[in-house]
């Protein structure tokens, strides 16, 4: 190594992410009779690995960003379990090419986790001082391809459809008709819905002649998603 090379920094909290990985696959063996996942894929396996998700948290409560639930973020919201947030993405079945539009960003951990995977993520985030939030820490963690807008999610971003993947944070009673139309065909979602104490883990598969498919996946609970009352 040449005397002036900078050495990189270790990084304190891979190991972290690497217990948390375990966790992950423990949980995954778990349910695999209920989900059909035998393992989380390798890509976002590496994603969660590569993504800093302590810097995705509120500093206050930076020493639990890998515990093994949810975390409060403020407003009432919420940064999934790690196993939630890789069982989701591991159904998404993103690839490289896709485009994405993720409905509620939080602090833009799940986003950052998707940018890793897909070709752009188009995000939206109904509270704005978590969207301006989640800008300077994607920004900071150098995630470029990110559109992230501030508004209700529910009407999707028509300017932008249709999207290969779709991927929801918050919980509708029925999947929103905007969230079906904005799908390609041979496109997928994924996202929780029912009432708050039946709420189903699904997956929307739309096929090449635009007819959808739900699957229920697993039990779980997520804030209800606004603006959907009417469905």
Known sequence: MAPNTPRSEPDPYLPLR?????????HTEATRAVTGLAHIDR??????????????????????????????????KTISQPFIAALMTGLLNV????????????????????????????TVEIVEELAHEAEERLRRARVKNVTLRIGNGV?????????DRIIVAAA???????????LKPGGRMVLPCGLNEQQQLCV????????????????????????????
């Open 155 to 163: 009407n999707g971003w028509p300017e932008h459809s249709p999207f």
């Open 43 to 76: 890509r976002v396996i590496e994603a969660m690995l590569a993504v800093p998700r302590h810097e995705f948290v509120p500093a206050e409560i930076r020493a639990y960003a890998h515990s093994d639930g949810p975390l409060p973020i403020g407003w009432d």
């Open 95 to 122: 690839g490289p090419g896709d485009t994405v539009l993720e409905i509620g960003t939080g602090l833009g951990y799940h986003t950052a986790l998707l940018a890793q995977l897909a070709s752009h993520v188009y």
């Open 18 to 26: 690497q217990v948390m990985v375990e966790i992950i696959a423990a």
């Open 204 to 231: 929307v598969d739309k096929n090449e002649d635009n007819r959808i498919k739900v699957r229920e996946v697993l039990a779980v609970r997520f804030a209800p998603m606004e603006g959907t009352e009417g469905f």
């Open 172 to 182: 509708p009673e029925l999947v929103p008709p905007a969230l079906i139309a904005q």
